[in-house]
Nanobody
Framework: QAQLAESGGGLVQAGGSLRLSCAAS????????MGWFRQAPGKEREFVAA????????LYADSVKGRFTISRDNNKNTAYLQMASLKAEDTAVYYC???????????????WGQGTQVTVSS
């Protein structure tokens, strides 16, 4: 059964950095787009970043552009989200997802991880 598993979340001070990983298992996701979404308490899930299977021309939410970098290693079946200059408003549960096409819409993604908590203290 195909699964995605996030790791790398934690508590960090504002201005700090974290790198999230999303390890895929059960099938290869090398031809899938990979996305990162987040959900803060009391808010709807929102798009953060996405990357094509080739890694070319990733998409970012305006709120993270210039601070977050999405990447992937198809040989390791793993996607990453490097987060820098973190702000308190980045606090959320972060989810990785896989789908057949690049999209900012969560409905386009078929596979989801269980989420990892990122807390940024101000």
């Amino acid at each position: 059964q195909a699964q995605l598993a996030e790791s790398g979340g934690g508590l960090v001070q504002a201005g700090g950095s974290l790198r999230l990983s999303c390890a895929a298992s059960g099938r290869t996701f090398s031809t899938y787009a990979m996305g990162w979404f987040r959900q803060a308490p009391g808010k709807e899930r929102e798009f953060v970043a996405a990357i094509r299977w080739s890694g070319a021309i990733p998409l970012y939410a305006d709120s993270v552009k210039g601070r977050f970098t999405i990447s992937r290693d198809n040989n390791k079946n793993t996607a990453y989200l490097q987060m820098a200059s973190l702000k308190a408003e980045d606090t959320a549960v972060y989810y990785c997802a896989a789908g057949p096409r690049l999209s900012t819409y969560d409905g386009e993604y078929n596979y989801w991880g269980q989420g990892t908590q990122v807390t940024v203290s101000s």
